[in-house]
């Protein structure tokens, strides 16, 4: 008899440690145009005609004041790497990335948005 409880005892503790786990999943949302955030992690800074955009986690930004609108990125824009999760998407036998209704054409060593 004691022995199952101390049998009973360790699986529930098992249970309890795997489905402590499961919850640890982190979901990323992509914001919509025009919300406010006070702070980007290690974002990129990125001059188109005068203006400054900011670039983290292919989030596009620009900055108001301390804080950054989250903003569509205006075609012909360039960066080095795309963002992770770009897709390989073919239109009119022509190659492009995309990544959140962004979408890039590979341009030498860079990445150019492009409006398709």
Known sequence: MKSLKTFLMIAVIAGALTSCKAQTTVVKVYPKHGTVVTHISNPRTIVHKKTNY????GVWYRAQGKKYIVTAVP????????????????????????????WYKKRGRNYIVVNV
């Open 54 to 57: 900011y670039y983290a986690d």
């Open 75 to 102: 075609a012909g824009v360039k960066v080095r790497t795309l963002p992770r999760g770009s897709k390989v998407v073919y239109s009119n036998g022509r190659r492009f990335y995309q990544y959140r209704g962004v």
